[in-house]
T-cell receptor, first 112, second 113 residues
Framework: AQSVTQLDSQVPVFEEAPVELRCNYS??????LFWYVQYPNQGLQLLLK??????LVESINGFEAEFNKSQTSFHLRKPSVHISDTAEYFC??????????FGGGTRLMVKP | KAGVTQTPRYLIKTRGQQVTLSCSPI?????VSWYQQTPGQGLQFLFE???????NKGNFPGRFSGRQFSNSRSEMNVSTLELGDSALYLC????????????FGEGSRLTVL
């Protein structure tokens, strides 16, 4: 069975500082990997995805994630965070239909 | 283009009752998935429907059921409610199966008393 582990449940960071949210996955088969973001009282939104090809994927709002097969990781990074990035971030994997396995989530708290 | 619409947004039920939640996917999307989100268990997959057929099912008891209509709208039903069924139920739609690129609604928050 697949599993996704997000190593940090909360990450406090000051505005304009860099941040890394860690994600490790386990799967015996090829997977697709995703980061979703959930703002308060809202559903999830797809932030970025790795399906194949380049191991570095980027979002339109400055986040990036790197697929590392040898370390089974898909960490999310941003060089400079904003207050508006405060949200909960979920790493997920998929290898059957649209059945996603989610990590436990990381709450990013950006402080002024 | 309208997003995924879930109704009702909030509801309160008592133990033993049943509940039906509705989801209207993005126009043209044929796959609808349901997830349960709780503080203790996180996000867990319930089931996925595509072309009116259940394609995948998560590890939930038979009290949880769903269906999809010919217009891709979906409903899920929970019978004989338990306190532990209190959760945010999220519906997500996708153009096709297999990509994992889901568009989520804002959820239906169920409280069981």
């Amino acid at each position: 069975a697949q599993s996704v582990t997000q190593l940090d449940s909360q990450v406090p960071v000051f505005e304009e500082a860099p941040v890394e949210l860690r994600c490790n996955y386990s799967s015996s088969v090829s997977v697709y990997l995703f980061w979703y973001v959930q703002y308060p009282n809202q559903g999830l939104q797809l932030l970025l995805k790795y399906l194949s090809g380049s191991t570095l994927v980027e979002s339109i709002n400055g986040f990036e994630a790197e697929f590392n097969k040898s370390q089974t990781s898909f960490h999310l990074r941003k060089p400079s965070v904003h207050i508006s990035d405060t949200a909960e971030y979920f790493c997920a994997s998929n290898n059957a239909g649209n059945m996603l396995t989610f990590g436990g989530g990381t709450r990013l708290m950006v402080k002024p | 283009k309208a997003g995924v619409t879930q109704t009702p947004r909030y509801l309160i039920k008592t133990r033993g009752q049943q509940v039906t939640l509705s989801c209207s996917p993005i126009s043209g999307h044929r796959s609808v998935s349901w997830y349960q989100q709780t503080p203790g268990q996180g996000l867990q997959f319930l089931f996925e429907y595509f072309s009116e057929t259940q394609r995948n099912k998560g590890n939930f008891p038979g009290r949880f059921s769903g269906r999809q209509f010919s217009n891709s709208r979906s409903e899920m039903n929970v019978s004989t409610l338990e306190l532990g069924d209190s959760a945010l139920y999220l519906c997500a739609s996708s153009l096709n199966m297999g990509t994992g690129e889901l568009f989520f609604g804002e959820g239906s928050r169920l409280t069981v008393l």
